[in-house]
């Protein structure tokens, strides 16, 4: 964790972000999502679950439906309005080549020379196991990132008129133990993330006793200064980007 972050590629145009479940791009990306949709970035998410699992106390058919409902909410506010769910089974997401498939179609659908996800890793630092979904989706991306541009992977995709897409130039892991990269946001940017995040407010009543504007402000602001040590004292995102070609 030694050294100055670099800078994020900034010539890029359209993105898009793959996550497992609602909520985890507010937990680590929002602020610098919030910076490029001002940029005038295009930017779509991709939840490969509703969140079904989240809540404890709700039946996981209302969790689904509640928590796609505060992930569209969330996302509007940081200017992202393309917000796509697939099928699968929240907590017990399998890594194979269907789910493979299912990213690389996304992939396809909508060409991003960027894609974010999140820590693929097996801890999020000494000590913290990371979750069997974030450990799956993640490197289920970057394998799909390939397997997108690759038209002989799944060739039944380009006859429902998906062709292969070689485009994605980085993938850009949000929440990494190992970061490369850094995104320097803004007040506005941190305002809107810490509104993003607050948006779940069913998944974080359940989560805390604080009032969840309160808990989103306390998490964002404790990253960014997390971070702050490699960036020059500056509040930054910070990822691990996996460049392409």
Known sequence: MDGQLSPMPEDWQRALAIVAHPDDLEYGAAAAIARWTTAGREIAYLLVTRGEAGIDTMDPAEAARVREAEQRASAAVVGVEAVEFLDHRDGVIEEGVALRRDLAAAIRRHRPELVITLNQHETWGPGFWNTPDHRAVGRAVLDAAGDAGNRWIFTDL????????????????????????????????????????????????????????????????????????????????????????
């Open 158 to 245: 380009a006859d429902e008129g998906l062709t292969p897409w070689d485009g994605v130039r980085w993938v850009a892991v949000a929440g990494s133990p190992e970061p490369t990269h850094a995104v320097e946001v803004g007040e506005e940017d941190v305002e809107r993330a810490v509104a993003s995040l607050a948006e779940h407010r069913a998944y974080l009543t359940a989560l805390s006793d604080e009032e969840p504007a309160e808990y989103a402000r306390g998490f964002i602001t404790g990253m960014l200064e997390t971070s702050a040590g490699r960036t020059g004292g500056r509040r930054a995102v910070t990822f691990q980007v996996y460049p392409r070609g």
